[in-house]
């Protein structure tokens, strides 16, 4: 029988993660978007593979809830602009933590500012890795 509670991955997926959310600190810093720099102390990178099965999760390679960053595939932990955007994500919910995934349901998601905020501040900064061609949430 197979257990119920997650598995915690290697410690080398563990630095890589933190490694990652470093760089993408670097790039977001100085857009300061907002008046605190994002805090990526407690922020958490998992992969769930089962969650991006679901329908809603599907077209997207990232996803990102309050101080989880969710991926569809580990490897997807070396993807800067990817796990960029997704913290960009993160940096918005720790100003908005409510107002920010509210949003979504005023404005849906291919015209949400919080969306394209979070696009724009990927797309600037120095180039990393890309992830593929899907989109994150």
């Known amino acids: 029988m197979r257990s119920l509670r997650a598995r915690r991955p290697p410690a080398a997926s563990r630095s890589e993660a933190r490694a990652a959310l470093a760089r993408a600190k670097a790039r977001l ?4 978007l907002y008046d605190d720099p994002v805090r990526i102390e407690r922020v958490r990178i998992v992969c769930a593979r089962p969650l991006f099965r679901l329908p809603w999760f599907r077209r997207f390679d990232g996803y990102a809830m309050w101080n989880l960053i969710l991926l569809r595939l580990p490897e997807l932990r070396s ?3 990817l796990i960029c955007h997704e913290l960009c994500h993160v940096w918005q919910m720790q100003h908005r933590p409510l107002r920010m995934p509210l949003s979504y ?3 849906g998601y291919a015209r949400n500012p919080y969306e394209e905020e979070a696009r724009r501040a990927a797309s600037t900064g120095a180039s990393g890795p890309r992830a593929p061609a899907a989109t994150s949430g």
């Open 29 to 32: 810093d100085p857009l300061a």
């Open 79 to 81: 993807a800067d602009e």
């Open 105 to 107: 349901l005023r404005f």
